[in-house]
């Protein structure tokens, strides 16, 4: 895994979860769960899949990361039961609008990171 990437998606990890903390998006069942969420999620599972994909297109690299977050946010609902979404996400009454809204935007961490890891770590 390229250091850089990984670094990138870490320093997002805590970018979103301060957000998401700040406006209580997502409320986690025990508070060490966030930086757990940061340092694997974000930083091992998203900075190594970032890394894999860096030299695709950017719409595979999207559909890449969409991917693995729909894939995490259905087993969060399912059987994890790590966090649970607060306003707006839980106002949604499907579960699979739920998945879809809170795994889709996982995609824009693929695009993103790589570009921003040669801009800000060269």
């Keep these: 895994m390229k250091a850089s990437i990984f670094l990138t998606c870490l320093a997002m990890g805590v970018a979103t979860e301060v957000v998401s903390s700040q406006f209580n998006l997502w409320v986690y069942q025990r508070p060490w769960l966030r930086i757990a969420s940061v340092a694997l999620v ?27 977050g729909v894939v995490y946010e259905a087993a969060n609902l399912r059987f994890l039961h790590l966090f649970s ?38």
């Design 42 to 68: 974000f930083g091992l599972v998203f900075g190594w899949l970032s890394a894999i994909v860096s030299g695709q297109s950017l719409l595979v690299r999207f559909a890449a990361g969409a991917a693995v």
């Design 85 to 122: 979404f607060q306003e707006p996400l839980s106002l949604l009454r499907s579960r699979a609008l739920v998945i879809l809204s809170a795994g889709l935007p996982w995609g824009l961490l693929p695009v993103a990171a790589p570009p921003l890891a040669r801009w800000v770590l060269g």
